[in-house]
């Protein structure tokens, strides 16, 4: 069934509890952070925030929203721990799964020092105790350390899950500040509170009213408990990854294996994978910006056979193929767990690696040039700009084969255009017998690839081949660890001026000049050319041609 006929379900996905879990857990850590930098203005005025904290948190409603929100999020961190079929990802995500995995230490530190002592030994949960307590045990600058890997990953998670929402955007100068600054600021108060103490703390009745710490045996009792709770995390993670490596032992030896075929290449990988998973695991370039969330829509492949063998789209899935207007075969890579063998194809293109520069010195030859121009209509301004990307890429891609195997060689691509050259070791007629070769391919694959946009994203784009010949200086530009081809002379000026001043109106067009046809022998009728006035008041005369069927182009014999 196409995507579109699904309708998304209400209700709270797992997804929806992480970050709802997360945003408390922020929450509490910020107001925390916002607590210890009061103590920039006083020890006092610290305190009165504190009791605003304590009354908020310590509530039986405050009480279920954040050891509820910690424990949820930690179990569905495990989960998501032991659904992972590898452990190869972008390094930024890495990231943030290990200091996720390392918040919970910090959270069990605070949770002992400060709820567990009050309801085990009455123990005010006031900044005079504790700021006294972390100084004198010299566990101050651990204390605030362990506040760091959590308010990171805090902040990567934020960025994951609406780093592509408009506002996210207009707002993420502030974000970054703000993320920077309030850590320094709560250092900075928490320094602030401890020489306050300790000039306080040498007036005996204020120390013994106020910073008087636990006993031994309520210290060591303390300890013991945190020693406990930090075994038993450190115990449940070993759990999930010999259970992983439990898993991945049954699926191996039991056979379960599928087949994912990619375009020039098929692995083989336990069911239960995800497509994105499998591509991570065998290195195959995959691009995924949300951390595989089902947010962006950027890992999305096209389901080329054994559709009927991948599960249905889940909740957090099917809302996002629906604001993307996919069509039935479009799938999340990052969602998508083939239940047996398929073909899927990537639609959006990961970060290539850099091709060497073009091999020649500067010099003067006689070359065929081209700009092929793709048009843009307005109804891709409802689209998301994920679409818009992934209709540029497709176009680039297409356009760059292309070009490479009639002979070309792509300059530059910007955007909707690129431009080629044709010559670099051909003669005139040779480089105008590869253009007009990569135009007629061109003409054929671009309307392919426009009427599978109509069937993508519901609207058809227009496209434009332009086509001179003649005198023109090519060789490399660039600094020293970038430097590509490129073409400078007056036949690439008066292309650039016929691109702009002749656009076709339908597609399969392909405009040339009459020097352009004259080299490569085109048989061109006379009624067939038509003249125009360049910026510079020159005329040329420029013929519109459309190939065949098959894309061919009649051409006189030389």
């Known amino acids: 069934m196409p995507v579109s006929h699904y309708m998304p379900t209400l209700g709270l996905t797992r997804r929806d509890l992480r970050l709802a879990s997360g945003l408390v857990l922020f929450a509490y850590l910020a107001f925390h952070l916002v607590n210890h930098a009061l103590g920039l203005i006083s020890l006092d005025v610290a305190e009165r925030g504190l009791r605003v904290a304590v009354a908020v948190w310590h509530s039986p409603a405050g009480t279920l929203l954040l050891y509820g929100a910690a424990a949820t999020h930690i179990a569905l961190a495990f989960i998501s721990l032991y659904q992972r079929r590898t452990l190869r990802m972008p390094r930024l995500e890495a990231l943030r799964i290990a200091l996720g995995l390392w918040m919970p230490v910090a959270l069990i530190s605070h949770a002992v020092a400060t709820r567990i002592a009050y309801e085990a030994y009455g123990a005010a949960a006031d900044y005079s105790r504790i700021v006294w307590g972390l100084w ?3 566990r101050e600058g651990r204390q605030m350390a362990l506040l760091v890997p959590g308010w990171l990953h805090g902040c990567l998670g934020l960025r994951f899950a609406f780093g592509r929402r408009g506002w996210y955007q207009r ?8 993320a920077l600054l309030l850590p320094v600021l709560a250092v900075l108060g928490f320094l602030s509170m401890l020489k306050e103490v300790a000039l306080r703390a040498q007036d005996p009745l204020w120390f013994n009213a106020s910073a008087a710490s636990l006993t031994d045996a309520g210290q060591t009792h303390l300890a013991q408990i945190a020693e406990v709770l930090l075994s038993m995390y450190v115990a449940a993670i070993v759990a999930v990854l010999l259970a992983r490596v439990l898993r991945y032992w049954i699926e191996s030896r039991g056979g379960r294996l599928v087949a994912i075929t990619y375009p020039g290449r098929t692995i083989r990988v336990p069911r239960g994978w995800t497509v994105l998973e499998a591509s991570r695991s065998h290195h195959i370039p995959h691009l995924s910006m949300c951390g595989g969330n089902a ?4 890992c999305r492949v096209r389901v080329e056979a054994g559709g009927e063998r991948c599960p249905p789209p889940s909740t957090n899935e099917l809302h996002t193929l629906h604001r993307i207007h996919a069509p039935g075969d479009v799938r999340l890579a990052c969602q998508l767990r083939p239940e047996g063998d398929v073909a899927v194809v990537p639609l959006l293109l990961a970060d290539a ?12 030859r006689q070359l065929a040039v081209m700009i092929v121009s793709f048009h843009v209509g307005t109804a891709m301004r409802t689209h998301l700009p994920h679409d818009l990307l992934h209709v540029l890429n497709a176009f680039s891609e297409l356009t760059g084969d292309t070009l490479r195997g009639a002979g070309g060689i792509p300059t530059t691509f910007s955007g909707n255009s690129v431009t080629a050259f044709f010559g670099a070791e051909v003669d005139l007629h040779e480089a105008a017998r590869q253009a007009l070769s990569a135009a007629s391919h061109l003409d054929l694959r671009l309307c392919a690839l426009s ?3 109509r069937g993508e994203l519901g609207w058809s784009a227009e496209f434009v081949v332009h086509l001179h010949a003649g005198s023109a200086a090519i060789g490399e530009t660039g600094d020293s660890g970038a430097r590509t081809p490129t073409v400078v002379g007056d036949v690439l000026d008066v292309l650039q001026q016929l691109a702009v001043q002749q656009s076709a109106p339908h597609l399969g067009r392909i405009v040339c000049s009459e020097a352009f046809a004259s080299a490569a022998a085109l048989d061109m009728a006379e009624e067939s050319w038509r003249e125009t006035v360049l910026s510079d008041r020159r005329r040329f005369r420029v013929a519109l041609i459309s190939p065949s069927a098959r894309g061919e182009i009649r051409t006189r014999d030389p």
């Open 136 to 138: 004198h045990s010299n």
């Open 171 to 178: 707002l993420r100068p502030f974000l970054f500040g703000s």
């Open 353 to 364: 690696p850099k091709r060497t520069g073009f091999p020649v010195r500067p010099v003067e």
């Open 451 to 453: 009427d599978r946009l």
């Open 295 to 298: 947010r962006c829509s950027t």
